[in-house]
């Protein structure tokens, strides 16, 4: 893949003291050596130091915008480019896209990001990083406050086979090479090689060559090719020459279309048989000659673990059902409800078919679900033939991806959301997030701060005359309520009262100490940096927009087509519950199946059942 993909491990080691990866270049942007290098002048570039990633419709997107409102995050023209899931990008382009990024970094870096309680800590790290495998501070160290640039793009995460091109770009090339060579070859073919006009010679037209009277219309045609022969007037002047032209356009038409179908038929066959197998045989030579598994390690992952080397990017994927998630995909994408139709018995009808492709892929390469998910147009023309070939389908598989990205981003550095509790619990969420990302926290929510302090004292005190009520007997009760909750009041006042005071002479006290320890001082500074500003969370609520990320408005789904996905989803959501420890990433549905059910529906089996009931 080239030197300029990643950065030199002996001279240009990832910066210690930034904490956005970032890195001297040993390469320039067309490809030469930058020599500058060697005069203390090269060129700095920083990669994205966390991605946004998931599927369309699950509300990445909206987390995407969110979090570009939080004061720590940047972003670039790079940041939504679908790099790692278009395979004619280029890596001297992706980082190039960050360039302004970049300068903001460095120019807030030109100290450094490694906060002061811990520079310490960062002090051997940072000086190991002239060694050939440098070993930055630890993530907790650095600043809050420092910035760091963010990749949203949606593509990344779900590496299916036409987003993950990028790793395989040998077979890509060999099946295009292949494809030249299957159209010469069918260009070949003549009206003479075909079946039907040697049957037409033998006298054996079909019905549909003859005209309403019975006669071929091949012999009407040569009757008047022979007649205009004769003739002194030209077929253009003759008194029949419109009937006559009409009837030779439609036999030269449907002739034309048989031949167009016979080479294109000798060119599928040409692919299924020669060019398919050809291409996947390069490409396993290529990764063999890696030491990569083909199925197992040459992925996108992998070529992301090697630009970062031993600074991964923190990853956060968020998912939504994905039979919720498919479904608003077929109805807000004009391609699939305009060939389907956009009601519940279209999508019934997309699901179908999506489905079919591929429990028939599986059972042509004998039952491997996994090379079908992540390999399914390379099998051969049926399969290329599918709609979109199943690719929404395969984005909701979260699990299948998510397992092989840990392979090469460990775990620590991923954080799986749910949309739904983005939006029916933002704040919570964020806070989870930017915690995850260290950078700074969103401020804490007092409850009674968002109702009011007199509210809040309001609910409390009605609800001890009610405890006090509820004590009482007899008359006179009332009366005695309203006095005890009068005094307990009175008292509550007098608490609050002398308890600021006293609070407010500890905090003079311990501010005197701080100003006179400047590390005591240095840390509370810090501390109070460690959180964004109220309005800066409301921006980022703003920007989420929890209250219409998910609304579809959507009919309901057919029950028939409801179960086969849930059958289909049950066992990638239950696993996705293993890796993240969190039962509710299964979804409710996904524990009616168990492990031994097919992934697909017997269409049969489940109409007798119906028929019985």
Known sequence: MGSSWVPDSATSPFLSHVKNPCFHSRVNNSGGEDTSIAKGTATTYCLPYFYVSGSFHSGAQNLGQSLESHPNVIVDSGSNSQFWAEHDKKMKDFRADFLKATSKVLKHSSSSDISSSSSSSSSSSSSS?????????????????????????????????????????????????????CVRSSETIQLTDLPAVQVVERGEGREGDR???????????????????????????????????????????????????????????????????????????????????????????????????????YMILVVRDPIDRLYSAYMNYYHYWNKYGKHPEGFATYVDEQL??????????????????????????????????ADQVMRGTYSLFLE????????????????????????????????????????????????????????????????????????????????????EMNEEMKERKGGAKG???????????????????????????????????????????????????????????????QRFFAPFNRRLAELTGDRKFAYSYAYSFSDSDSLFEDDGKEEKEEEKK
């Open 129 to 181: 990083s002239s060694s050939s495998s440098p070993s930055p501070a630890r993530p907790t160290t650095y600043s809050r406050s420092a910035p760091v640039i963010m990749e949203h793009s949606l593509s990344t995460f779900p590496f299916y086979w036409s987003a993950n091109i990028k790793a395989h770009r040998s077979f890509a090339a060999t099946l295009g090479s292949c494809y030249g060579e």
């Open 211 to 313: 005209t309403e009277d019975g006669e071929r219309k091949e012999d009407r045609l040569a009757e008047r090719t022979k007649g205009n022969k004769d003739s002194s007037t030209s077929p253009s002047t003759s008194s029949d020459s419109p009937s006559g032209t009409s009837t030779s356009r439609g036999v030269l038409e449907s002739t034309s279309i048989r031949l167009k179908e016979a080479r294109h038929k000798n060119v599928s066959n040409c692919m299924e048989v020669i060019c398919y197998p050809r291409a996947r045989l390069k490409d396993e030579d290529v990764c063999a000659s890696a030491d990569l598994h083909v199925l197992e390690e040459a992925h996108v992952p992998m070529l992301m673990h090697a630009s970062y080397w031993d600074r991964p990017p």
């Open 404 to 487: 092989m990205w840990q392979q090469f981003i460990a775990p620590p550095f991923w954080l799986v959301v749910r949309g739904e509790d983005l939006e029916s619990n933002p704040v919570p969420e964020l806070s989870r997030i930017v915690d995850f990302l260290g950078i700074q926290k969103v401020p804490r929510v007092d409850p009674e701060a968002k109702e009011g302090k007199e509210a809040g004292r309001r609910r409390r005190y009605q609800a001890r005359s009610l405890l006090g009520g509820m004590k009482g007997n007899g008359q006179g009760d009332s009366e005695r309520v309203k006095e005890g909750a009068k005094e």
């Open 503 to 565: 609070e407010a002479k500890g905090e003079a006290k311990e501010e005197g100490r701080v100003n006179r320890n400047p590390k005591h001082q240095t840390a509370k500074t810090e501390q109070i940096n460690d959180f964004i500003s109220q309005q800066a969370l409301d921006n980022m609520i703003s920007a989420l927009n929890p209250s219409k990320m998910l609304k579809d408005d959507l009919p309901p789904m057919l029950p028939k087509t409801a179960k086969k996905l």
């Open 356 to 389: 079919s492709g591929l429990r028939n892929c599986t059972e042509r390469r004998g039952g491997n679900v996994r090379g079908c998910l992540l390999r399914f147009e390379t099998y051969g023309v049926e399969e290329e033939a599918v709609f979109f070939h």
